[in-house]
């Protein structure tokens, strides 16, 4: 009840998040360079994709975290819609940068392995890939918002409807494998089909989903943190403004 | 000292080099985010401090 206590004053909020923040960032960081070097190094070619196999190592757990931080968003946004709390609309504004990174780098990786497996870099009839390319827009659709409106309030608002409208978006990703002929694989996650056979495979996706995980974690409390630094600095300067 | 990628190497090193661009753009975004708003609050609420007893 603490934690959660703490977490929905932005008081509290800086006087506990920054041991965490660092903490996750390092730990983050850590586990991805251990990740890129057991990738690029240990891990054995996959039998049918050879070396290419290794390029599923960052994508796989790129497309989970792009899912992840989208839900994760839409519950900020929620609350921050129903009960107008600041620190979720903080939350979800400082999640979104780092959804939109993850993005796109499940979808440059999944462009580049397509490439020599697919024959082709990009397929606009798959379902799958368009729909994570639509995600990618509601990200910059919701940054795009931030910037753009004129106060705090209507912004927050405005990018907690935006970011519930393309929840819509999260079982069309992951269905869209099955509701359509899709040229992308089945789901990698709870199945086994068509992806590769590396007996690294696991290991590496919970290896690279684990750093990933860490690195939004700290990522989004640093810039939680420093938006709350913004926003007081911005009261300090309009009651300055306000009372000379 | 890059490892031997025989068949696959430009899309592999091109793969993992564009995920790690952009991760270390974004922990660097971040701090240099926090330093930048941290800065300048303290600016400020320094400028606001009330003057020391005595000092008139």
């Not at chain 1, 750093?211 to 640093?222: D, E, N, P, R, S």
Request: hydrophobic share 50%.
């Amino acid at each position: 009840m603490d934690a959660l206590s703490a977490f929905s004053n932005p008081h509290k909020f800086m006087a506990v998040s920054k041991p965490f923040a660092w903490g996750f960032t390092g730990l983050g960081i850590a586990i991805v360079i251990w990740g890129v070097y057991q990738g690029l190094y240990v891990a054995p070619a996959d039998y049918q994709q050879g070396d290419a196999a290794k390029i599923m190592f960052v994508h796989v757990p790129s497309s989970w975290l792009t899912l992840f931080i989208y839900a994760f968003m839409t519950g900020a946004s929620f609350i921050s819609f129903v009960w107008r709390s600041p620190l979720a609309d903080i939350c979800a504004k400082s999640c979104a940068p780092i959804g939109a990174a993850f993005t796109f780098v499940c979808l440059v990786t999944g462009s580049i392995w397509g490439r020599p497996m697919w024959g082709t870099w990009w397929e606009w009839t798959d379902p799958r890939i368009v729909s994570v390319l639509i995600m990618f827009f509601f990200y910059l659709g919701y940054l795009a918002i931030w910037n753009v409106m004129e106060t705090q309030q209507k912004a927050a608002r405005a990018a907690a409807i935006l970011c519930l409208v393309g929840a819509i978006n999260l079982p069309i990703i992951h269905y869209s494998v099955e509701w359509w002929n899709s040229l992308h694989q089945a789901s990698s996650f709870l199945s086994d089909k068509s992806t590769t056979s590396n007996a690294y495979k696991w290991p590496m996706y919970l290896t690279f989903s684990l750093g990933y995980l860490a690195l939004f974690g700290g990522l989004t409390l640093l810039n939680m943190r420093a938006e709350v630094y913004k926003r007081r600095t911005e009261a300090l300067m309009q009651r300055k403004m306000a009372f000379g | 000292m890059l490892p031997e990628l025989v068949k696959y190497a430009p899309y592999i090193y091109s793969a993992y080099g564009i995920a790690i661009a952009v991760l270390v753009g974004m922990v660097i975004w971040s701090v240099l985010r926090i330093r930048h708003a941290k800065k300048k609050l303290d600016a400020l609420e320094a400028a606001e401090a009330p003057p020391k007893a005595g000092s008139q």
